[in-house]
C-alpha cells in the first residue's frame, strides 16, 4: 500500500498499544533485553529495532550521535536507508529536527517536516524521501557526548496521542542500556590494550634481558619519540616482534628509559 503522495511505507505493521500497563510491561521487557548485551552495536540496533516496535506511528528510526569535541554527527544505527540519509540531509544541510534535539532542546516534533519553515532547506530532501512526520528525542547527555532517537512516519501528523510519552519512556531505558553497553566495549578494549602492551613488554625482556620495569619504560620511551600511543607502539612490537625506529636511532636499539630523579 501507498501513502497519498505515491511513496510505501516502511516495512512492517504500525503498532497499535492497549493500555499503560501493557505498555510498561513491554517497556520492561524491552529494557532487559537491551541490559542484556554487552555489544555496544548490537545495542544501537536493538534500540531503532525497539523503537519502531514500541513508538506508536514510528515506521523508522536511527539513532544520531556527537562527540562535543569533535562537533561531528554520525548516524550509529538505522532502521533502513531511507532513515539513514533523510539524517544525513540533516547533516548536510545543518538543520533539521534531530539536530535541534541534539543541541537545543530534548524532544522535538513535527506533523510535516516538508511543509516546516523551521526547516526550510531541509523540506525537499525529506520530501524526495517520503518522510513527512517526525519524532527526536534526546537519549542521554553522558560527558562530552549526546545522542537523539530519530522517528519518522511516512503520513502527516503520522505519531498517535501518546507517541512522545512512549518514546521519552523508552529513550529512558534506552539511554540507560547503551551506556551501560559503551562502558563495556570500553573495558574490553582497555583489557586488550592491558594485554597487548604485557605481550610487548614481555617481548622485550625477553630479547634485551631487561626487568620489566625497564621493558615498560623502554616502550614509554618509544611512544613519546613517536608522538604515538602506547598500545599502538605495543601492538606494533608484537607483530613484528621487532622495536619500531626510534628517531635519530637503529632497528632494534633500546631508547634509554628516562632516569627517576
Not at 68 to 80: C, H, I, Q, Y
Not at 102 to 110: I, K
Not at 240 to 246: A, D, M, N
Amino acid at each position: 500500500m501507498r501513502d497519498d503522495d505515491g511513496v510505501a511505507p516502511a516495512a512492517g505493521p504500525v503498532t497499535q498499544r492497549a493500555g499503560g500497563a501493557d505498555l510498561a510491561r513491554e517497556l520492561a521487557e524491552l529494557a532487559r533485553d537491551l541490559e542484556g548485551s554487552d555489544d555496544l552495536e548490537a545495542t544501537l540496533r536493538a534500540v531503532v529495532d525497539g523503537a519502531v516496535g514500541a513508538v506508536p506511528g514510528a515506521e523508522r528510526a536511527s539513532i544520531s550521535m556527537v562527540t562535543r569535541r569533535r562537533r561531528t554527527v554520525t548516524t550509529r544505527a538505522a532502521s533502513d536507508d531511507v532513515a539513514r540519509r533523510l539524517d544525513a540531509a540533516q547533516y548536510e544541510t545543518g538543520e533539521g529536527p534531530c539536530l535541534d534535539a541534539l543541541f537545543e532542546q530534548p524532544v522535538v516534533e513535527t506533523a510535516d517536516v516538508g511543509a516546516d519553515d523551521r526547516w526550510p532547506v531541509l523540506a525537499a530532501a525529506a520530501r524526495g524521501l517520503g518522510v513527512r512526520a517526525m519524532l527526536c528525542v534526546r537519549l542521554w547527555v553522558h560527558g562530552d557526548d549526546l545522542g537523539a532517537l530519530n522517528l519518522s512516519s511516512t503520513r502527516q501528523g503520522g505519531f498517535e496521542a501518546d507517541a512522545l510519552q512512549v518514546a521519552e519512556l523508552f529513550a529512558t531505558h534506552a539511554a540507560v542500556a547503551l551506556v551501560g553497553a559503551e562502558r563495556e566495549q570500553q573495558l574490553r578494549e582497555a583489557l586488550a590494550r592491558r594485554d597487548v602492551i604485557g605481550q610487548a613488554m614481555g617481548i622485550v625482556m625477553e630479547r634485551f634481558g631487561l626487568a620489566p620495569d625497564r621493558a615498560f619504560g623502554v616502550l614509554v620511551r618509544l611512544s613519546q619519540h613517536a608522538n604515538r600511543r602506547l598500545h599502538e607502539i605495543a601492538a606494533e612490537v608484537v607483530e613484528t616482534r621487532t622495536l619500531p625506529r626510534p628517531e635519530g636511532g637503529a632497528v632494534g636499539t633500546v631508547p634509554r628509559p628516562s632516569s627517576a630523579p
